[in-house]
């Protein structure tokens, strides 16, 4: 089994855990923003990431102009997407707006094709009919329209995929832990300038059980990013991660039972599930 493939393995777990810890943080009693919740969860990636590349002894700032392009146009493609999936969550379960976020996966498939030279068969338009079929699914309710917050999904994926073929490109030359610190930070960042005054606003009302899960979704987002980093240097190409890293959506679906105690449309939410994660690994692994 190639290593590659088990750091893609394991790094599905931690998704998990990241995503009910987020829809948990944007639950609360004292509600906030996804741009208030985000920048809190970023900036503690970038510490984390920065901590660690300091412990290993692999900090360095000897960065190219061409990295510190990247790490900007990064840096405004996650707060675009973060933004608008994680808003997602205030009227989704995060299964459903994980099944509408597969469609990363065509993104990052089609960016890797033309810009990493990842293989693209004719097989994988299969794969993305199926996904295209479940995002269609889970929509389908002849009481309910295509709702504002599966629109936040779409969009939030789409710039998650755009995101993805960016980070394989660091691999190269760049230490994971540094990666971690100086990505989270910039998005960090982001969201500071295009948030100031509502996250200074929204920060007063916070109390101390509102960094909890933000915590919790930081150990988990950043053993994700490490995680997926490792896969990428390994050989793994963007599509692939990207597909194996949607099969997520069983676990949260899991979790939304355990954890959540929500089970509210459990038999659409499995099928759309199936359906998706067939679409991903076809796209992503033939």
């Known amino acids: 089994m190639p290593i590659w493939f088990i750091f893609s393995l394991l790094s599905v777990l931690a998704l998990a855990g990241a995503e009910i810890s987020q829809k948990a943080s944007l639950t609360q009693k004292v509600n906030i923003s996804a741009i208030t919740n985000n920048f809190y969860v970023w900036t503690l990636q970038g ?49 459903i707006s994980l099944t509408l976020g597969t469609i990363s ?11 990493l030279n990842d293989s693209f068969t004719i097989t994988k338009v299969l794969g993305i009919g199926l996904i295209l079929s479940s995002i269609f699914f889970i929509n389908f ?20 995929g755009i995101a993805f073929t960016i980070d394989k490109s660091f691999v190269v030359g760049m230490s994971p832990f540094m990666y971690l610190g100086l990505m989270c930070l910039t998005v960090a960042i982001v969201n500071l300038i295009f ?18 899960p933000m915590i919790l979704s930081n150990s ?23 597909a194996i890293n949607n099969s997520a959506i069983f676990f949260v679906i899991l979790l ?25 690994w076809i796209l992503g692994l033939l």
Request: proline letters at 1%; aromatic letters at 14%.
């Open 47 to 95: 510490i984390t990431g920065l901590t660690l590349a300091v412990i290993l002894g692999q900090f360095s700032l000897n960065l190219s102009s061409q990295s510190l392009i990247k790490l900007a146009i990064i840096g405004i493609v996650y707060f675009i997407g973060g933004t608008a999936f994680y808003t997602s969550y205030k009227g989704n379960s995060p299964s």
């Open 195 to 212: 948030g100031l005054k509502l996250i200074a606003k929204e920060t007063k009302e916070l109390s101390s059980k509102n960094f909890i």
């Open 220 to 242: 988990f987002f950043s053993t994700f990013n490490l995680l997926t980093f490792f896969a990428y240097a390994n050989g793994a190409n963007v599509g692939v991660a990207d």
């Open 105 to 115: 996966v065509i993104v990052s498939s089609i960016f890797g094709t033309l810009f």
């Open 141 to 160: 309710d002849k009481k309910e329209k295509f709702n504002k917050y599966n629109l936040y999904a779409l969009l939030g994926g789409s710039c998650f």
């Open 256 to 280: 939304e039972i355990i954890v959540l105690k929500d089970r509210t449309n459990l038999s659409k939410k499995l099928i759309a599930a199936l359906i998706a994660i067939s679409g991903v």
